[in-house]
């Protein structure tokens, strides 16, 4: 085909050279991306039909063909079908991951047409997963959408053998110990988040993961950069070891002053729910007496001064338990599948163990 050369026969596996060579070609020249396409899909790593190479095309220039091969054979698990999982599932298919599974037993109910925009007033009273699935394959029908009407809590261990990653959203403290101790076990990533009204947190337990930084270092005498790559590996510890930290006096009172005393209140919610099986309930004063009272016993346990966490906040963060707003589901979801999606491709630093977000602030 005139315009295009041919391919040199010694490309090594041929990630650089399919980048260079496809950059020299507009994507609205059909013709001659097909026949570059035509010409490297022989490489096992590749195999990008004309339509994908078109659709990702933005993607692969941005983190490159074996970054974008790796979520394209990635399978994840997501629970729960609310607002945030809803943005979740949605950024995910669209960039292109081979699998989701999304499992939910619950039904959709009126209140659930607010934040979530899988679903209808036609669907009240249907499962939610199952009439979620229907709408997130129209977002990318290349994409393999499996729906679960069954209780997370009741699946085997076994269960959530054959996923990459597993992201819980709005799960008790109980299931996600659970779940996380599980994909330790089988050496799967996990993600566990929820909104809380303005708040949300993501929690993630990598394990051991590595993955490439690019740095831009300055040339000497020149007004120029060049990108240097870096492989770091980070070692997470699990929910469980983050819930039973006990002392937090190794770090000094202006690091203290700095953290968010979201982080605080967030764990208190999780005491409660521990403790009492649910969400505290701000009408009934027994269970604003109760979350008060557990505030004073944990942060004095773990020598944290409860003036950190105020009544005034605590109750407020309470009162939004049972609330989604779409702007905060937008953001944390946003947040939660860039993260994951960069954990699958191994570029870029992903969260740190625990992440919270305040909306207010």
Not at 9 to 20: A, F, M, Q, V
Not at 37 to 62: C, P, V
Not at 258 to 268: E, F
Request: neutral net charge.
């Amino acid at each position: 085909m005139p315009g295009l050369k041919k391919p040199s026969k010694e490309i090594g596996n041929g990630r650089r050279e399919i980048l260079d060579h496809i950059d020299k070609v507009r994507i609205d020249n059909k013709g001659r991306l097909e026949a570059v396409l035509g010409q490297y899909n022989n490489i096992d790593t590749l195999k990008f039909s004309l339509d994908e190479a078109a659709l990702y095309d933005r993607q692969i220039r941005l983190w490159g063909l074996e970054a974008q091969q790796r979520m394209r054979i990635s399978s994840i698990l997501i629970s729960g079908m609310r607002g945030l999982s809803n943005e979740i599932c949605k950024n995910l298919v669209l960039a292109g991951i081979g699998s989701i599974t999304i499992i939910d037993h619950n039904v959709v109910t009126e209140e659930d047409l607010g934040a979530q925009f899988f679903v209808t007033e036609a669907d009240i009273g249907k499962n939610k997963a199952i009439v979620s699935a229907d709408r997130i394959r129209q977002l990318n029908p290349r994409v393999v959408v499996t729906a679960d009407n069954n209780d997370i809590r009741t699946k085997s261990d076994d269960f959530f053998k054959p996923f990459d990653l597993v992201c819980l959203t709005d799960c008790d403290p109980y299931t996600m110990i659970r779940i996380n101790e599980i994909c330790r076990v089988f050496d799967k990533k996990f993600y566990a988040a929820c909104t809380y009204g303005f708040y949300g947190y993501i929690f993630c337990d990598l394990k051991q993961h590595e993955y490439i930084v690019e740095r831009k270092v300055a040339i000497p005498h020149k007004d120029e950069h060049e990108i240097t790559k870096l492989k770091k590996n980070d070692e997470y510890v699990s929910f469980q070891c983050a819930l039973s930290k006990a002392d937090w006096t190794e770090i000094s009172d202006r690091k203290l002053k700095k953290i968010s005393p979201l982080l605080w209140a967030i764990q208190i919610l999780w005491k409660f729910q521990q403790e009492m099986g649910r969400l505290p309930v701000i009408n009934d004063n027994s269970d604003v007496e109760k979350l008060l009272s557990l505030r004073n016993s944990y942060l004095q346990t773990i020598h944290i001064n409860n003036l950190l966490v105020t009544d005034e906040f605590l109750i407020t963060l309470a009162s939004f338990t049972f609330a989604e707003l779409s702007p905060i589901c937008a953001i944390l979801g946003g947040v939660l599948a860039q993260d994951i999606l960069n954990v699958l491709s191994k570029k870029g630093a992903p969260i740190n163990n625990l992440f919270v977000f305040d909306g207010i602030q």
